[in-house]
């Protein structure tokens, strides 16, 4: 067992990072403590363009609030990814076996270059390679995210498999996706078909996990919804994405099942529903939002976990990265 899985620090963690992916991380640590690394996938985040100064604040920013979250890196190894160049060796030889079809069937390649294919930078277009080599450096068989990376583990997959072939070799262990069970896909306040991300232009359409009391409760209360009551059974919310997205998020916050929430609001509209899911948010998310100010009054002692785990990390990369030169017949192999 190996769980491996990263994070863009391209600004604040948002409610669909958080019930996406950290809550499942926290789980996983748990669970299997000491066989889990967590990254801040600071490599990719330069794939576009990127202001330096923020850049480092925002490194150190997400470290805070995934400790504030419940990773605990006593347990966990944390760490940024710059500080392990394997894994940008790793991607280049990854590169030489994927292929191109592969890559420009991405669809979220598609989506952030837009129209301006042409200007978009060969980082940005090979970024699933380097988040294969991010969990095929460290063997691992579990990889928690949200539905929205599910494609670039596939890529992953693929590309262990033919190198393996290639080369005649075990080399890499083929990683599982877990996507979460309970907010697979969290949805924007604004418009129910479009994912809560952090590059929409509008604060209103996702919840910060740094926002305080009021804007929480602001911003469900502005969220958009339709005027029927919640349905009994939630297979009634078919067609309602508004609906069944604030439904999802609050039974992923209150670790309830949908049909729970259902049965439990059945009949009332979002002028009864909105007031519990903003008091449950604030519960949720405010003891967060304390831990967070509390760790960053002491930035140095961030700086010292990252790098306690990128030195656990890298112990942990080295092994892979020479059995791929070996696999490739990169000299010198046989020392
Ligand atoms: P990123 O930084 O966009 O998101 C981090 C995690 O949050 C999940 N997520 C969501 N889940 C549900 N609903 C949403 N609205 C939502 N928005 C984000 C993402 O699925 C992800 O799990 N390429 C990755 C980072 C990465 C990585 C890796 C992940 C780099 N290397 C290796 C896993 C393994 C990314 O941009 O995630």
């Excluded at 990719?44 to 202001?51: E, K, M, P, Q």
């Excluded at 277009?125 to 599910?150: R, S, W």
């Excluded at 604004?190 to 926002?211: E, F, T, V």
């Excluded at 979002?270 to 519990?276: E, I, L, Q, S």
Aim: hydrophobic share 45%; with cysteine.
């Amino acid at each position: 067992m190996r769980v491996v899985s990263g994070i863009q620090p391209t600004g604040n963690l948002h409610l669909g990072n958080y019930l996406g992916a950290i809550v499942q991380w926290v789980a996983m640590q748990d669970e299997h403590p000491g066989e889990c690394l967590f990254f801040l996938a600071d490599l990719h985040a330069i794939t576009v363009r990127n202001d330096p100064a923020q850049l480092s604040a925002n490194v150190r920013e997400l470290t805070a609030a995934l400790i504030a979250s419940g990773i605990d890196p006593t347990r966990s190894i944390l760490f940024n990814q710059t500080r392990v160049p394997q894994h940008s060796e790793l991607a280049w030889l990854l590169m030489c076996t994927a292929r191109m079809g592969w890559l420009n069937r991405m669809t979220q390649f598609k989506e952030k270059s837009g129209k301006d294919r042409e200007g978009a930078s060969i980082g940005l277009y090979a970024y699933p390679v380097l988040q294969a080599a991010d969990v095929l450096l460290y063997q691992a068989t579990h990889v928690p995210v949200g539905e929205d990376q599910k494609q670039h583990l596939e890529l992953a997959r693929d590309i262990a498999t033919k190198f393996n072939l290639d080369t005649g070799t075990e080399t890499f262990t083929l990683p599982e996706p877990m996507i979460g069970s309970t907010a697979p896909r969290v949805m924007s306040l604004r418009d129910g078909s479009a994912k809560m991300s952090k590059s929409d232009p509008s604060d209103m359409s996702r919840i910060n996990l740094m926002d305080d009391a009021d804007t929480i409760a602001q911003k469900i209360r502005k969220a958009r919804t339709d005027a029927d009551p919640l349905p009994e059974d939630p297979a009634a919310l078919d067609g309602r994405p508004e609906a069944a997205n604030l439904v999802t998020i609050y039974a992923a916050l209150a670790g309830e099942s949908r049909a729970d929430v259902c049965a439990r609001f059945a009949g009332q509209g979002f002028g009864a529903f909105k007031p519990a899911l903003a008091d449950l948010a604030v519960a949720k998310l405010g003891p967060i939002r304390e831990r967070f100010a509390e760790l960053m009054a002491d930035t140095a002692a961030i700086d010292a976990i990252l790098e306690e785990g990128a030195g656990r990390a890298r112990a942990m990369a080295v092994p892979t990265l020479e059995a791929t030169h070996a696999a490739l017949g990169l000299f010198p192999a046989s020392r």
